[in-house]
Nanobody, 121 residues
Framework: QVQLVESGGGLVQAGGSLRLSCAASGSIFSINAMGWYRQTPGKQRELVATITGGGSTNYADSVKGRFTMSRDNAKNTVYLQMNSLKPEDTAVYYC???????????????WGQGTQVTVSS
């Protein structure tokens, strides 16, 4: 089994910053792409940012220039540095990962439980 645990959410004023972390643990052989998504009540989950195993990143237009995603492969951890936060960034943020498990080498997608980010105006 593989677990993803997010942390770092909270309440911040508009213009402020937060740093989210997502640590993967369990029967991991390798981790390919990882991503951050967010969801607000009544809306579909939307992509925020992704990062490949080689470190290439992709961002939603709404967060480009404000959010930065990075990963520490030695720790099986990804980060999302969120700057210049806006009230519309308020959401539950979820981490995802495409993991090849040990010892089966099967590749599956996993999700964390989510962390709340609230930006006040």
């Amino acid at each position: 089994q593989v677990q993803l645990v997010e942390s770092g959410g909270g309440l911040v004023q508009a213009g402020g910053s937060l740093r989210l972390s997502c640590a993967a643990s369990g029967s991991i052989f390798s981790i390919n792409a990882m991503g951050w998504y967010r969801q607000t009540p009544g809306k579909q989950r939307e992509l925020v940012a992704t990062i490949t195993g080689g470190g290439s990143t992709n961002y939603a237009d709404s967060v480009k220039g404000r959010f930065t995603m990075s990963r520490d492969n030695a720790k099986n951890t990804v980060y999302l540095q969120m700057n210049s936060l806006k009230p519309e960034d308020t959401a539950v943020y979820y981490c995802s990962a495409t993991v090849r498990s040990a010892p089966t080498f099967r590749s599956s997608d996993y999700w964390g439980q989510g962390t709340q980010v609230t930006v006040s105006s």
